[in-house]
Structure formats: C-alpha cells, structure tokens
C-alpha cells in the first residue's frame, strides 16, 4: 500500500465521492451532445423526457482515477481494472445500439475470462478446479446481467450496488484484506457521487455500461474476500449480499417463463414496476431497497460469524419472507397490471 491502511480506506472513498460528483455532469453532457439518450417509449421507459445514458463512464473514471492514486497493482487489481475496462467498452457499444446480443454475451464471457486470469475464482474446496471454473463465470454473469436486468427505476440500481459494495468492504477489512476494502469502498463512493444525480427524479442513467461494469465489480470483489474461515456457511454471503438484483432475476425470469415468454425481453415484472403500479413512489421503493439490503445484510453476517444453526435459520427466515413478497404481488390485479 503507498499510504497507511485506514487512509486509504477514508481518502479513497472520499475522493472517488467526489470525482463521481465532478465527472457524472461532464458524462450528461457528452452524452447530450452526441445524442446517446434514452427515449421514453410509454410502455416501460415512462421516464418524461430523453435522458443521457453514459452514467457508468463516470463511475468508471472515478474507481479506476482513486485506484490509481491509492492502491498498488497487483495482479489482482489489474485483472479486475482490466476486465472492467473491457466491461465498459462492450456496454458503451451496446448502449450506441451497435452490437448484437451474442456479441454482447461473448464481449461479458471474455471479461469474466479475464477476471479469472486474474487468479480471482470461486473455490468451493469439495469441487474440482474445472467445476469451480465455469461456475466462477457464470456467477460474473449472473452479477453483470442481475444488475443490468434490475436497472429499470430511477436509482434502483446503484442503490443496490452501494449497500452491496459498502458489504463488501466491511467483510473484506474483517478479514484485514484492505486492498478489496479499499477497491469496495472506491466503488460504492462513485456510485453514491452517481446517486446525487440518478435519485428521482433522475438527469442520466446508468446505462449498459454501467449496470454491467457496477455487476462485474461487484462480482469479483465478491470472490475475492474469504467468508468460510469461521464457519462453512459464510460461502453462501456473497448470495445475500447480491440479494436484491437475484431476487429480481430470479422474480422476472420464473414469471416470464409462466407466461411462456423469453424472459430477456423487457416485461412490467420486476418486483419495483410491480410495487408502482400498487402506488408506491419511487422515493418509498428505494426505501424498500434500502431496508431489504439491510435484512440480507445481517443474514449474510450470520453466515459468517455464527454457527449453521443461526445462520441457516436466518438465511430460512429472510428466504420465506422474500418468497411470501414475491407471492403477495402475484395477486389477480398486480397480474394483469404486469401482462406485457
């Protein structure tokens, strides 16, 4: 590290806060001037005028410009700054429209490659390297299309991106790791910074680009601190700490399925467009968001720090919980309302 532990934990985030805040306006303006907007449509995109995408080119600079200053690179960091810039690239393409969506899959499957390049990899100690491998992609996938997939309200996304990276952090300095806490702490700064101009209503959104760059970071800082030390179940936090975009993905794709539709194609599913049309503000679902990444927070830190009786009970508990909401707003009305 080039400077003490906790002064790059507070100045890294400190910092990244405050290039998110300088950089998103620039981001909207180039964004404005070259036309990279989002249209509403009056279906899903019911926002009331054209909004800039490139919102994750901020984020970027401000994670990769903190790095930078803070933090050594090691092959770790490299790994993961490098398949983000791969990540950002094949997102600013698609947000121009300019590739198609197996393109798409094989530019988010190369950065995933790259991440495991990295030495960063899912270990499941009971599982051979070559299971642990695809599975390490595939979780890389799951995080960048779970964010992008869950990126459909004025600052939903990078709501659950924060708590999620600020989790992160907190585990990773547990464990004395601070070059993943200070990485985590970077993003979820920049991501605040975005918030300033995301919250509703919104001035630019997050795009492709930066729903799956937020996805992939997250994913592999995810991997890359040690939950099991203590206790065997702690491998099952990064799932809880991921919780809110899963359970979207999860939501949209099981009912998408039920109505014999792709599930990838945009749908009035989610959980948040299906708490809107019940009469919730967007300002009252972000506070859902906020209390949700809350609960699975203390169940992923029952996983680590407590023994599998405790811990399973209340990863049980927030499961049914989770599962009983998601069945309340399957009633006939919020059905009917959700066809599309």
Partial sequence: MLFSDKMILIAGFAVSVALSLYTTPIARKAALFFGI??????????????????????????????????????????????????????????????????????????????????????????????????????????CMNAFNIIDILDGLCSSAAFFASLLIAFFAFAEADYQVASLSLMLSGAVLGFLRYNKPKASIFLGDAGSML????????????????????????????????????????????????????????HFALRLKKRGFSDKKILFFVFFASLLSGIVSFFLVYTPAVISLSAAGIFILMSAVFGIILLDRKARNAGKG
């Fill in 37 to 142: 907007v989002d249209k509403p449509d009056d279906k899903l995109k019911k926002h009331s005028e054209p909004t800039p995408y490139l919102g994750g080119i901020s984020i970027f600079a401000s994670v990769l410009i903190t790095a930078s200053a803070f933090l050594i690179f090691d092959k770790m960091i490299l790994g993961i700054m490098l398949s983000a810039s791969i990540i950002i690239i094949v997102g600013i393409l698609d947000d121009l429209q300019a590739l198609k969506p197996s393109v798409k899959l094989a530019g988010q499957i190369f950065a995933a490659l790259t991440v495991v390049k990295s030495g960063i990899m899912i270990e499941v100690v009971t599982l051979p390297w070559w299971l642990n491998f695809p599975l390490t992609v595939f979780w890389l996938l799951t």
């Fill in 214 to 269: 937020i996805g992939l970071l997250i994913g592999a800082l995810s991997m890359s601190v040690g939950y099991s030390h203590r206790f065997n179940t702690g491998v099952l936090a990064p799932l809880f700490i991921m919780s809110v975009p899963l359970f979207d993905t999860g939501y949209v794709i099981l009912i998408r399925l039920a109505k014999r539709k792709p599930f990838y194609l945009g749908s009035g599913d």
